[in-house]
């Protein structure tokens, strides 16, 4: 059974990985982050790794997991939002960078991440004076 920090919850079904995959995206050197705001302000936050067989063996692919999950027990229980999923994409550089590196980018993203869930949605927004489109003449290009 796969085993979370303290205050958090493991993503454990597909479908909560492909809603992630579709939320908030910070990308890095060493990281990919995914945020998800579920909502749910009473709810524990979730965490998931993501290390795919193109990267590497299994030997190195779970040494990478191992460094993440320490990674994520030092910096996500402090700074993880109630009721939100984190899906953490790993890089090949993980096996090879500093420790403290990778806690340092871990804690970057999450501010990035958290920065830009926090930011207005600009899709659809229409200014609120602003009056709608002209219809275009026939014939016009």
Sequence with gaps: MPRAAAGLETLRRRADFLAAKDAVKIGGPLIGLQLRD??????LPRVGITVTKRIGGAVERNRMKRRLR????????????PGCDYVLIARRAVLDADFARLVRDLGDALRRAHGRLDRPSKVGAAAPDASPPLPRPRGAA
């Design 70 to 81: 320490e990674a994520i027990r030092l910096t996500l229980p402090a700074a993880a939002r």
């Design 38 to 43: 579920r909502g749910e302000t009473d709810a």
